[in-house]
Structure formats: structure tokens, C-alpha cells
């Protein structure tokens, strides 16, 4: 097992056919955990696929150093990185079996003289005869037994023999992954691996490889675009945007706690609903015509906006499950339902507000009889407001205390190598 660190990491590529450079990567610094699954997340051309890339060996920075464990790896070749890659593409060997493809790392992870490369070959050759007309090979004999058991792990050992072509989706999926589980490597890398699936396979698969890592315990780096995947398979989330890192921290973090409007419109489906609203003093907001009085750490990172003489100008943010529909009175907001969503368990409401004119997402029960085109009031959860000034940056909230009744927060516990 290991950990990976980026330092100041750049990569760009040069101009082509008289355009710009195009730099993908700015001075990027990440630390992974040992043993930690991190998920890379991000718009198309953000650099997560460039980062998994660099650190498998497959592309230089243009500056920067790239460590796996105590190891600088940045000049290092692919096969000296002790990492092993899983491509969204599959890439298994057309003409090797299931067997073959899950044990062609392991017979090029050493060199071989060319006697050893005949004897290696012939017991190959061999191996379907009775023992006593079978060519030796103690290497070859290790190679099919971690081959045995990577295909008994992953429930793959009916199909050792067949070829790629008599495989489904996810069984070809399943091979590319025990190829690089196969080398025992300290770093996997997986570069959106269910993204060929159906929705169906795709739920089960990535319920699977989160058990396959828990109980494997190694550093794992997986690059996704799925909101769900990544809500649901890291211990921790990195989200880039332009080649910065925009924020990294648990799922839960990045959910309640965005630290910029990127991060806020990013993760979480629907986006957090973000409206223009005004610090008017006494640590209250107003929108329209309404004012609110936020609760809990909000609160106190408005009051401590306000104090500081901050500007009057900030952006309010409400997930769709902080607004509610609630009876007329004189604090709700007075909106019309523009469009309704049906997902079975819950209706997702799109309203506009009568006053303002702005969009606004928001969950109700199956149970509430709403129609496109009904006029609603909707509550606001005191306690949901997440405030980010002209910027774009979320408003610092005041430091913590720790101590039993704040202790320091932690990652996920992760199992022991």
C-alpha cells in the first residue's frame, strides 16, 4: 500500500497548427491516503483524466513532482510505478483467454532470459496434458495459481477459458479489473471503468468494487463524471475545474459545505438552488421583499461577514430539500410550479418565484397533489442557507473549538493494509 502525492503539479500541452498552449494542469497539490479511495471529479477538459495519467506514467508533467509512497516517480516508467490501470475501454487482448489476459502483467513483470521464455512457453503448451507429459515451470505454476485466485474472487472462474468476444460488459469489465488486481500493485487506477454499462449493471458493479477495495485495503484513485458514483463509492472527493483543485473532502462536505458557487452548482442533483440576496445587518438576509434570519454555523459566518464589513451583494444558496411547500403566510415565498418531475418515491418541483422571477428546484412527497401552473408558498429551512460572496467563495465559517463537543474531523476509517 501507498500514498500519492502531487506537488505543484503542472501539464501543458503545446500549440498546435498556430493555436495557444493549452495547460490542463495549474500547480496542483493533492495527498491520498493509504488505502484510501479518493474519486477524481469534473467537467469534460477539467484534467482529471490527465492527472490519473500522469501518475500511471502515461504522460509527463511539464513541472511538478508526482510521489507514490516515499518514491519520486516522475521520471519513472510505467512498469516501475507499482501502479496498475483499469481503462474505461476495457483494453483486454482479443486473442488471449480471460486466464491469459489476467496473468499478462504478471508474466512481464520481471525479465526473462530466452531459455526461460522457452520453458514458460512450452509448459504452457503443456498444461492440458497429463502431469507426467507437462513441461516444468515454477514461475508459470505461481502465475496460474494468483490467476486462480483473482478469478475466484471476482466469481470469474467459469469463464478462464473463454475469449473477450464471448464475454458481456461487465464480465469483460470484471477481467480488466483482475488484471490489475492480479499484480498486487500499491496504487489502482480507474479511469471512468462503468461508463460502457447499463444503469442496471452499473449499480451493482460499483457496489462491488467498493467491497472489492474495503476488503483489498489499496490506495485507490477513480475518475469519474457519475454524481452518484462519486457521492457513493469515495472516501473523499476532489473536485477540479480548469486544472485547480476546487475543493476535496468527504461526499458530506462537499454536499453541505461547498466551498465556492463551482462546487455548490457541481455536486449534488439537483444543483443547490442559488439566488441573489442582500446582508442587511442584525445577521439577516433579504430576498425580494422578505427577510430571513439564517440558523446554525451560517449564522454565524454571516454575523462574522457582517462585523468585518462586508459587502451587501452575496449569492444565498438552498439545496432542494431546504424549501418545502407550506401554507400562505407572510415569510414564505409565493411561487408558480413551472414543471414537476415524478420519480416514484418523490415529485421534484421546478418553481418560479412570483417575486423576482427565479427558478427554484425543490423536493415534495408523492402524496402532494401539485399541477404545472399552481401557485404554491414555499418555506425556507433556516438552518439550509450557505452564503458566498462576489467572488464565488463561501463565506469562512468561524473556527470550531475542539474538544468532546467538537471533535477534530476525520477521515472514514480505513482498513489496515
Request: hydrophobic content about 40%; proline content about 8%; glycine content about 10%.
Amino acid at each position: 500500500m501507498a500514498e500519492v502525492r502531487f506537488q505543484q503539479v503542472s501539464k501543458t500541452y503545446p500549440p498546435r497548427r498556430g493555436s495557444a498552449p493549452v495547460e490542463v494542469l495549474r500547480q496542483l497539490d493533492l495527498s491520498i491516503a493509504d488505502g484510501e479511495f479518493l474519486v477524481l471529479v469534473g467537467p469534460s477538459g477539467c484534467g482529471k483524466s490527465t492527472l490519473l495519467r500522469l501518475l500511471a506514467g502515461l504522460e509527463s508533467p511539464s513541472s511538478g513532482e508526482v510521489f507514490v509512497g516515499d518514491r519520486c516517480v516522475t521520471g519513472l516508467r510505467p512498469a516501475e510505478r507499482d501502479v496498475a490501470m483499469v481503462f474505461q475501454s476495457y483494453a483486454l487482448y482479443p486473442h488471449l483467454s480471460v486466464a491469459d489476459n489476467i496473468g499478462f502483467g504478471l508474466r512481464r513483470q520481471r525479465s526473462r532470459t530466452p531459455l526461460q521464455q522457452l520453458g514458460d512457453g512450452l509448459h504452457r503448451a503443456t498444461r492440458r496434458l497429463p502431469r507426467a507429459l507437462r513441461f516444468p515451470s515454477a514461475r508459470e505454476e505461481r502465475i496460474e495459481q494468483r490467476i486462480r485466485a483473482v478469478a475466484d474472487t471476482l466469481e470469474l472462474g467459469a469463464l478462464l477459458d473463454r475469449l473477450p468476444k464471448e464475454l458481456s460488459g461487465g464480465q469483460k469489465q470484471w477481467v480488466a479489473l483482475g488484471r490489475a488486481i492480479a499484480r498486487q500493485p500499491a496504487v489502482f487506477l480507474m479511469d471512468e471503468p462503468l461508463s460502457n454499462l447499463d444503469a442496471k449493471l452499473r449499480t451493482g458493479t460499483r457496489a462491488q468494487i467498493v467491497e472489492l477495495q474495503r476488503r483489498l485495503g489499496t490506495t485507490t484513485v477513480y475518475v469519474t463524471h457519475d454524481q452518484v458514483e462519486a457521492m457513493t463509492m469515495g472516501h473523499r472527493i476532489a473536485v477540479l475545474n480548469r486544472g485547480r483543485l476546487q475543493q476535496l473532502g468527504t461526499p458530506i462536505e462537499l454536499y453541505q459545505w461547498p466551498s465556492n458557487l463551482f462546487v455548490a452548482q457541481f455536486i449534488g442533483s439537483p444543483p443547490m438552488n442559488l439566488l441573489p440576496v442582500l446582508s442587511v445587518g442584525g445577521g439577516q438576509l433579504q430576498l425580494g421583499s422578505k427577510r430571513f434570519l439564517p440558523e446554525g454555523p451560517t449564522a454565524d459566518a454571516l454575523l462574522q461577514w457582517q462585523s468585518g464589513g462586508g459587502g451587501e451583494q452575496l449569492s444565498g444558496g438552498l439545496r432542494a430539500e431546504h424549501l418545502k411547500l407550506a401554507p400562505a403566510t407572510n415569510r414564505n415565498l409565493p411561487a408558480e410550479v413551472s414543471h414537476r418531475e415524478a420519480l416514484g418515491n418523490e415529485q421534484l418541483l421546478t418553481c418560479r418565484l412570483l417575486e423576482g422571477d427565479h427558478l427554484v428546484q425543490l423536493r415534495a412527497t408523492p402524496e402532494q397533489a401539485v399541477a404545472v401552473g399552481q401557485t404554491v408558498h414555499l418555506e425556507v429551512d433556516p438552518a439550509g442557507w450557505r452564503l458566498f460572496d462576489g467572488a464565488g467563495e463561501a463565506l469562512p465559517r468561524p473556527a470550531e473549538p475542539l474538544g468532546p463537543s467538537a471533535p477534530e474531523p476525520v477521515l472514514p476509517e480505513l482498513p489496515a493494509s
